[in-house]
């Protein structure tokens, strides 16, 4: 029999999580269905109980209800639960099972993908939403040393303090206050900026040479991936970093990697996931 599968969230119509899945589940063999579900806003747990009571074997879960999720599941990953946040449920009998792969993906799609190995790398995290909350850790433990930065200072501020709880120190970076020459290796956009084709105010110095610019938005270039682009192409018109000028990504890598993180959850199957992000590539 098939096990059925679903993405749920709000608006969901545009989801590429079933497309993924299915490419997924065609490459392995498995045999699964998955759809798109639109929970109402204030019904996502009555949508989760109706999965379960039809049989369902798991959910993603997307915005705005990854923190409904949270709340939800019965069991949590230290991921999920450092997060605060899940984007996979898995049902068990009793057991709800909630993750979080959101920064596995992520980090799997800059040091498997992008070749950028994490360790000793000064990474800048860029906003301190769920979207950041749900890759810090992961990043923290692949080795890197992190710093954090937000429009609103004080939520950088719980964000740092947050994470000093998990152990981890990490700096809180303010460039329109504290103007400096500090350069990091990796820039990460996990804010929502891009939606209004804004970008979070950044001097052009920030990008060391050789730096990747990751902006976890896809399907659009956001302005911060162009100043990225921008600066990498002054970076080779002065001679600095010719050779390794500055990489910019973004978030489909992370979108299908998160996927197939979600997918070896639920089947213990682990998908190729290149020939997807291809496919996604041309269909976009
Ligand atoms: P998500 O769950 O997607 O992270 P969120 O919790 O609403 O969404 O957080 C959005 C993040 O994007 C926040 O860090 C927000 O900054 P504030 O804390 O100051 O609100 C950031 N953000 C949104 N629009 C932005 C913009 N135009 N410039 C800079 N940061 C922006």
Same mark, same amino acid.
């Given at each position: 029999?098939?096990?059925?599968?679903?993405?749920?969230?709000?608006?969901?119509?545009?989801?590429?999580?079933?497309?993924?899945?299915?490419?997924?589940?065609?490459?392995?063999?498995?045999?699964?269905?998955?759809?798109?579900?639109?929970?109402?806003?204030?019904?996502?747990?009555?949508?989760?109980?109706?999965?379960?009571?039809?049989?369902?074997?798991?959910?993603?879960?997307?915005?705005?209800?990854?923190?409904?999720?949270?709340?939800? +599941?019965?069991?949590?990953?230290? &991921?999920?639960? /450092?997060? $605060?946040?899940?984007?996979? #449920?898995?049902?068990? !009998?009793? %057991?709800?099972?909630?993750?979080?792969?959101?920064?596995?993906?992520?980090?799997?799609?800059?040091?498997?993908?992008?070749?950028?190995?994490?360790?000793?790398?000064?990474?800048?995290?860029?906003?301190?939403?769920?979207?950041?909350?749900?890759?810090?850790?992961?990043?923290?433990?692949?080795?890197?040393?992190? +710093?954090?930065?937000?429009?609103? &200072?004080?939520? /950088?501020? $719980?964000?740092?303090?947050? #994470?000093?709880?998990? !152990?981890? %120190?990490?700096?809180?970076?303010?460039?329109?206050?504290?103007?400096?020459?500090?350069?990091?290796?990796?820039?990460?956009?996990?804010?929502?900026?891009?939606?209004?084709?804004?970008?979070?105010?950044?001097?052009?110095?920030?990008?060391?040479?050789?730096?990747?610019?990751?902006?976890?938005?896809?399907?659009?270039?956001?302005?911060?991936?162009?100043?990225?682009?921008?600066?990498?192409?002054?970076?080779?018109?002065?001679?600095? !970093?010719?050779?390794?000028?500055?990489?910019?990504?973004?978030?489909?890598?992370?979108?299908?990697?998160?996927?197939?993180?979600?997918?070896?959850?639920?089947?213990?199957?682990?998908?190729?996931?290149?020939?997807?992000?291809?496919?996604?590539?041309?269909?976009?």
């Amino acid at each position: 029999m098939t096990d059925k599968y679903a993405v749920i969230g709000n608006p969901i119509a545009h989801s590429k999580s079933p497309l993924i899945h299915r490419m997924f589940a065609e490459q392995t063999g498995q045999d699964i269905g998955y759809e798109a579900l639109l929970a109402p806003l204030d019904g996502f747990s009555a949508t989760v109980e109706r999965l379960r009571k039809d049989g369902y074997k798991g959910c993603n879960v997307t915005v705005p209800f990854k923190f409904d999720a949270f709340k939800i +599941a019965t069991q949590l990953t230290e &991921r999920a639960q /450092a997060a $605060q946040a899940v984007n996979t #449920l898995k049902f068990d !009998g009793n %057991i709800i099972l909630g993750g979080n792969t959101d920064g596995a993906g992520m980090v799997r799609d800059i040091e498997h993908n992008f070749r950028f190995p994490l360790r000793g790398r000064q990474v800048l995290l860029i906003g301190a939403g769920g979207a950041a909350y749900g890759v810090a850790l992961p990043i923290l433990q692949a080795g890197a040393q992190l +710093a954090l930065m937000n429009r609103t &200072r004080e939520k /950088a501020d $719980q964000f740092a303090i947050y #994470l000093g709880k998990l !152990g981890h %120190i990490v700096a809180v970076y303010d460039f329109l206050n504290e103007p400096g020459r500090k350069q990091f290796d990796l820039i990460i956009n996990a804010t929502s900026s891009g939606l209004s084709d804004e970008m979070p105010p950044l001097p052009a110095t920030v990008f060391a040479p050789g730096a990747l610019a990751y902006d976890m938005m896809y399907g659009r270039e956001t302005p911060f991936m162009k100043f990225a682009r921008e600066q990498g192409a002054a970076m080779a018109a002065d001679g600095i !970093g010719v050779t390794d000028g500055i990489g910019v990504a973004d978030g489909l890598g992370m979108l299908v990697e998160q996927a197939a993180e979600a997918f070896y959850l639920w089947r213990g199957v682990r998908p190729d996931t290149a020939p997807v992000m291809a496919r996604l590539r041309e269909v976009a």
